[in-house]
């Protein structure tokens, strides 16, 4: 079976252009998650879909935004980058709001550098 | 909130040594606990969970035991090797938060 994928692997822009990042989740997962990981920070939350809808945000400015595709996959954009954007931005997915117990499975993924 | 403490990194270890990653946690309501383990260059992936008190996740000779009573969930090893380096993160899930808490993650250096 397919785990998660996430495209592209790397991705480099400039400061104030915009980056599109997608994620495909492993099928027959309707939850979609992202987040940051910037050097030496963590993980950090960024956003949660579920069944096209955006269930749940994180402590982001609102240029960080995306969207939830019928087929269940994700997109992340991030508008006006700046250069702390640059980070590994990271998908997972799970079986939906199913609770305490439910496990998320990552992406491999794709790391941004804003220069 | 909820929170997740563990404890600084890097550590370095030689193969064969027996290893310890201290995870403490605050939370709202009765938590599941988690570790997480990613390698070099990838994604994080789930190495063991526990789900209620006493609890003892384990798997690839990693073992974690939930201690309700010390707010607890260290991670340890009896005898790591190299292919053990990488970061662990010790994460929950709370109550009626879907969206699991992170500590910062502890480097793992394992040498031969």
């Known amino acids: 079976e397919a785990g998660v994928t996430q495209s592209p692997t790397h991705l480099i822009k400039t400061r104030g252009q915009q980056a599109t990042l997608r994620c495909s989740p492993i099928s027959g997962h309707t939850s979609v998650y992202w987040y940051q990981q910037a050097l030496g920070l963590g993980l950090q939350f960024l956003l949660w879909y579920d069944e096209g809808e955006e269930r749940n945000r994180g402590n982001f400015p609102p240029r960080f935004s995306g969207r939830q595709f019928p087929n269940y996959s994700s997109e992340l954009n991030v508008n006006a980058l700046e250069l702390e954007d640059s980070a590994l931005y990271l998908c997972a997915s799970s079986f939906g709001p199913s609770g305490r117990t439910d496990t998320q499975y990552f992406g491999p993924g794709t790391r941004l550098t804003v220069l | 909130g909820n929170s997740v403490t563990q404890m600084e990194g890097p550590v370095t270890l030689s193969e064969e040594a027996f290893l310890t990653i201290n995870c403490t946690y605050t939370a709202t309501g009765y938590p599941s606990l988690f570790w997480y383990v990613q390698y070099p260059g990838e994604g994080l992936q789930l190495l063991l969970k526990a789900t209620k008190a006493d609890d003892k996740g384990s798997n690839k000779g990693f073992e974690a035991t939930y201690r309700k009573e010390t707010t607890s969930f260290h991670l340890e090893k009896g005898s790591v090797q190299v292919s053990d380096s990488a970061v662990y993160f010790c994460?929950?899930?709370?109550?009626?938060?879907?969206?699991?808490?992170f500590g910062r993650g502890t480097s793992l250096i394992v040498h031969p």
């Open positions: 994460a929950l899930i709370s109550g009626g938060s879907y969206i699991p808490t």
